[in-house]
């Protein structure tokens, strides 16, 4: 069965510090990887999505970049962290084209 | 691009009340998904429906998929405390892009 990992849970980092959140989907080949941001209490803002390796669009400006090194490997990342980075960050995949997505646990990024 | 207006954005009811939320939207979709995230995790799916019309359950929980493919409605009956959460609506059109696009959440709390 289709698993997707994604980690850490819960990060506080410094502003100006760099930043690397992991995803990764096991069980299943060629997916379409999502990262999306939550707001505390608020609706699902889209960030970046991958259709396949090395394939990475953005929906909105930012200071956050992502890449896709691996198959089933997702990362966000960002040079310097700004205080309107925290955050509920998701990762979420799907089979190509199909279906509904689903999503993994969360990352709680606070900056301070 | 295309929107969906999810109503209300929150609830606050009793304990075994019926409860009922819908999402409209500017354009067709040919996929109608309901999602519920409960606190400090990921959205998870509930239903999802394929058929404009299309009556679907799950224990307590019913959607449909509106006739005009503009909207779609999710009930919850005889609600209980561990209703409590997020209630995402997504929809899909079956373009080259097969994007899902999320409403903006209905926040919903019980009172036991």
């Known amino acids: 069965s289709q698993t997707i990992h994604q980690w850490p849970a819960t990060l506080v980092q410094p502003v100006g510090s760099p930043l690397s959140l992991e995803c990764t989907v096991e069980?299943?080949?060629?997916?379409?990887l999502y990262w999306y941001r939550q707001a505390a209490g608020r609706g699902l803002q889209l960030l970046f999505y991958s259709i396949g390796i090395d394939q990475i669009s953005s929906e909105v400006p930012q200071n956050l970049s992502a890449s896709r090194p691996q198959d089933r490997q997702f990362i966000l990342s960002s040079k310097k962290l700004l205080l309107s980075d925290s955050g509920f960050y998701l990762c979420a995949w799907r089979i190509q084209g199909a279906g509904g997505y689903t999503f993994g646990s969360g990352t709680r990024l606070t900056v301070v | 691009g295309q929107q969906l207006n999810q109503s209300p954005q929150s609830m606050f009811i009793q304990e075994g009340e019926d409860v009922s939320m819908n999402c409209t939207s500017s354009s067709i979709f040919n996929t109608w998904l309901w999602y519920k995230q409960e606190p400090g995790e990921g959205p998870v799916l509930l239903i999802a429906?394929?058929?404009?019309?299309e009556l679907t359950s799950n224990g307590r929980l019913t959607a449909q998929f509106g006739i005009t493919r503009k909207d779609s409605f999710l009930n919850i009956s005889a609600s209980i405390p561990s209703d409590v959460g997020i209630y995402f609506c997504?929809?899909?059109?079956?373009?080259?892009?097969?994007?899902?696009?999320f409403g903006g959440g209905t926040r919903l709390m019980v009172k036991p």
């Open positions: 997504a929809g899909q059109y079956n373009n080259a892009g097969n994007m899902l696009t």
């Open positions: 069980g299943t080949s060629n997916p379409n």
């Open positions: 429906l394929y058929k404009a019309g």
